[in-house]
């Protein structure tokens, strides 16, 4: 299969032509032709599958056609949520560069960032906003986004949204936008909390499942060590650090405390 199998608006395919791209990936290949025919859809597969692309694909070819809604809003037709500014940076850059031959307006809605040019933003008719749950929601709160033709609702990374603590941010957004929507989840992980939110947000969904590929080590050794106690422990990587032979390493911690301790 090529990406002109995938009945995309020949503006998007000479963009993706121009990025040298020819064959779908296996999440792109199955998710965008049932997001193209307006199903909601789960899909399942690890950062690196292009899954990016596999949502803002079908997004731009929804835009591709008019709105035939009769709402006269300024809001966008489609809302991507992801849960971090890394992430909807990334997700805005595709947008720019799969859409870069359409004539659409965009922009995304980030914490951390100024309020005056947000506001400028949602004070016009835009298409697509990406946006973290956190700022959108203040923006909801003063009166300054509508939903009202919102025809895509597209959740990034959805089960980090909710190991973040953002689900009843997402709960009322998603009641914020018209019961008609389509709606898009794309996750890295499939479990109880992730159904649920599904039932919750989607009407018969179909499911995507792409199978991350197996990493070998083999190159690699790998030891663990057990240490009694915090003290054993500390000794233990005291020992290894002061290796003259190790010039580079990295230390993870599970904490903001135990990383400032170390």
């Known amino acids: 299969m090529s990406f002109s199998n995938l009945q995309l608006a020949a503006p998007i395919l000479k963009a993706v032509n121009?990025?040298?791209y020819t064959t779908p990936t296996p999440v792109q290949a199955q998710a965008i032709?049932?997001?193209i025919a307006g199903l909601d859809l789960i899909a399942t597969a690890q950062t690196g599958t292009g899954k990016t692309a596999a949502f803002v694909l079908p997004a731009l070819q929804r835009l591709s056609v008019p709105s035939t809604s009769t709402k006269r809003s300024?809001?966008?037709r489609v809302l991507v949520l992801t849960p971090t500014r890394e992430l909807a940076n990334q997700v805005t850059d595709a947008v720019r560069t799969y859409g870069k031959f359409m004539h659409i307006r965009s922009g995304a809605?980030?914490?951390?960032?100024?309020?005056?040019?947000?506001?400028?933003l949602l004070s016009q008719?835009?298409?697509l906003i990406v946006a973290t749950p956190g700022r959108l929601m203040d923006h909801m709160e003063?009166?300054?986004?509508?939903?009202s033709r919102l025809e895509i609702l597209i959740l990034d990374e959805a089960d980090r949204m909710l190991d973040m603590g953002f689900s009843d941010a997402v709960d009322t957004i998603a009641a914020a936008t018209p019961a008609s929507r389509q709606t898009l989840m794309f996750t890295a992980t499939m479990d109880n909390t992730m159904a649920k939110l599904a039932q919750r947000l989607m009407k018969d969904p179909v499911r995507?499942?792409?199978t991350g590929k197996k990493t070998t080590l083999e190159a690699i050794e790998q030891r663990l060590h057990a240490a009694d106690d915090m003290q054993h422990k500390n000794r233990i990587?005291?020992?290894l650090i002061s290796d003259s032979g190790m010039t580079r390493a990295i230390i993870f911690s599970g904490t903001k405390k135990n990383a400032d301790q170390l």
């Open 18 to 20: 121009l990025c040298g």
């Open 33 to 35: 032709p049932q997001a």
């Open 74 to 76: 300024k809001g966008p």
């Open 109 to 120: 809605i980030l914490g951390g960032m100024p309020y005056f040019e947000q506001q400028r």
């Open 125 to 127: 008719p835009v298409d």
């Open 142 to 147: 003063r009166g300054r986004i509508d939903f």
């Open 208 to 210: 995507v499942e792409i």
């Open 237 to 239: 990587l005291n020992h």
